[in-house]
């Protein structure tokens, strides 16, 4: 799924309000001690967390830069504010949004265990690393450390004022730097939580996929991880720094006053700007800003910075039923009559939708006009993406996987292996009432397996099934009996490849 689709995980499921009070403390309470300072943290079930450690500190549309205490004892027991946005409004927000979170299952320097680093998704302008089903404990239990982050988002993150105002040459990818800062807190620190700094691998869903992409081709961020995972997210071109402008001038605009002194509530209240190349509401993410972004990360090719990186790269066979739900009005009246005319501005490509409507008819006959809209947007909007980075690394010859998620909870069929499906298998959070997946067996089965498989890939750099080569396109079905498979959905891959594709947002 593109991250200009602006989805957040919490959004689409309805989750409740997070408690960010922390557990009470173990009878001793864990302490990391590092050269950041000594972080206080706290242990469940064998499973030492530490929440809220900050990472850095940023002034509005500047880069970010480390801070550090040393000697110093801090708490880190509950989580830090989250980026200031439109959505999770339940949850503390402020600009001062730099923390992160670690939960590991040892303490020991010498421990030197795999370390997993999360992104969240929320396109570029939401979400939030503090979301329950983003919880590590369980994944740490699998022998890895887990960090999540924070950071910069929307336009406090990716407002491009360079071509504007000399004075925020940085502006346009501040989000993307305030990760780059976590990525090398973390080697300078992770070891204290008994973490391999010399072995990290960033995994990601829909938005926090995206910006694993981007800083698979951002100079800064070599070296710092050593394996990447995505999920339904994608970033094969960033932004033009001419269109970015244009997004710029629209915001300021709606905004009315100056971005610097302006109230953090006003700088929210105009994300409803219009998009200017996109209509909608206006588009953040990374910009070709010819400084910390100086080519696509997948366009012409996969940038030969990470083409030595293992990837395993996903997504889920029924996208599109996440911001198309069953009981959306826009489907209440969906037929035959109407529907190449909804399809139309879903796919984000430029395809004769009618012809495409026909094609799916012929090959489906006995489908509805919701399947055959679900199924094209998933595969014209939302796949084409993952598509297009797994041909040119396999091009590239570099490491490459490819799995794709069947599932769906037994319990609500029409969702489908929605966008977002695959976060609390990942995680192993199936049992939160938010999960999407429910937390029937065949739920915790498939979540074993997958956490199985990514500390696996973690630790090692590969996975049990073949790498994706164009000749074969193997992918891994994950469902109640995980399968690899060739080429799954080579007709709906064929009947887009007719059609260039164009990331959104870019």
């Known amino acids: 799924m593109s991250a200009a689709d602006g989805l957040t995980r919490r959004t689409l499921i309805g989750a409740g309000t997070l408690i960010l009070a922390a557990p009470a403390y173990a009878t001793t309470a864990p302490i990391a001690r590092t050269a950041a300072g000594n972080f206080r943290g706290t242990t469940t079930a064998g499973i030492h967390s530490f929440r809220g450690v900050r990472y850095g500190r940023a002034a509005r549309f500047q880069p970010p830069t480390a801070e550090a205490n040393p000697g110093q004892t801090i708490p880190a027991t509950a989580f830090g504010p989250i980026a200031p946005q439109s959505g999770n409004r339940d949850l503390p927000q402020s600009e001062d949004c730099l923390f992160l979170n670690v939960w590991t299952p040892a ?6 265990k795999p370390v997993m680093l999360y992104i969240h998704g929320g396109a570029y302008a939401n979400g939030t690393s503090t979301d329950p089903l983003n919880d590590g404990a369980a994944l740490a239990a699998h022998d890895v450390v887990v960090v999540t982050v924070n950071h ?22 501040a989000g993307q730097l305030d990760l780059v800062l976590a990525l090398e807190w973390v080697r300078s620190n992770i070891a204290a939580f008994g973490g391999d700094s010399s072995n990290i691998t960033v995994f990601g869903q829909s938005g926090g996929g995206a910006k694993i992409a981007t800083l698979m081709g ?34 300021l605009a ?12 006003a700088i929210i209240a105009a994300l409803t700007a219009t998009d200017p190349i996109l209509g909608g509401n206006v588009y953040f993410g990374p910009v070709l800003d010819m400084r910390s972004l100086v080519r696509h990360p997948f366009w012409p090719d996969a940038n030969p ?14 996208e599109a039923r996440a911001f198309l739900p069953p009981d959306s009005p826009r489907l209440a009246t969906l037929g035959w009559d109407n529907l190449a005319a909804v399809m139309a501005p879903e796919l984000r490509v430029d395809i004769h939708p009618e012809w495409l409507t026909a094609q ?26 993952q598509i297009e980075e797994a041909q040119a690394r396999a091009a590239a010859n570099a490491p490459t996987w490819v799995y794709q998620l069947d599932f769906a909870d037994p319990a609500r069929p029409d969702a489908g292996a929605m ?37 696996k890939f973690a630790r090692t750099g590969t996975l049990p099934w073949p790498q994706y080569r164009t000749d074969h396109r193997t992918t891994m079905i994950y469902d109640t009996v995980p399968r690899p498979e060739n080429d799954p959905r080579k007709w709906q891959r064929e009947l887009f490849a007719r059609v260039p594709y164009i990331q959104p947002g870019s």
């Not at 709606?254 to 509530?265: G, M, N, R, S």
């Not at 090959?363 to 796949?383: C, K, M, N, Q, Y």
């Open 107 to 112: 303490l020991d320097h010498g421990a030197r």
């Open 152 to 173: 910069r988002l929307n336009a406090l993150g990716y407002l491009y004022l360079a071509r504007l105002d000399p004075r925020f040459p940085d502006s346009g990818n």
């Open 218 to 251: 951002t100079p800064a961020a070599s070296g710092l991880f050593h394996r990447a995972i995505t999920m339904s997210g994608q970033q094969v071109t960033a932004s033009g720094p001419l269109n970015a402008a244009a997004r710029a001038r629209a915001f």
């Open 254 to 265: 709606k905004l009315a006053t100056d971005p610097v002194t302006a109230p953090t509530a």
């Open 305 to 318: 910075q990470s083409n030595a990186i293992p990837m395993l790269l996903g997504n889920t066979r029924d």
């Open 360 to 385: 799916y008819r012929a090959r489906h006959p006995g489908w509805s006009p919701r399947e055959i809209l679900w199924d094209a947007v998933t595969a014209g909007r939302s796949w084409r993406g």
């Open 419 to 455: 966008h977002t499906m695959d976060i609390a298998l990942a995680f192993g959070t199936t049992a939160h009432p938010s999960a999407p997946t429910g937390n029937g067996a065949a739920a915790q089965s498939l979540s074993r397996r997958m956490m199985n498989d990514f500390t």
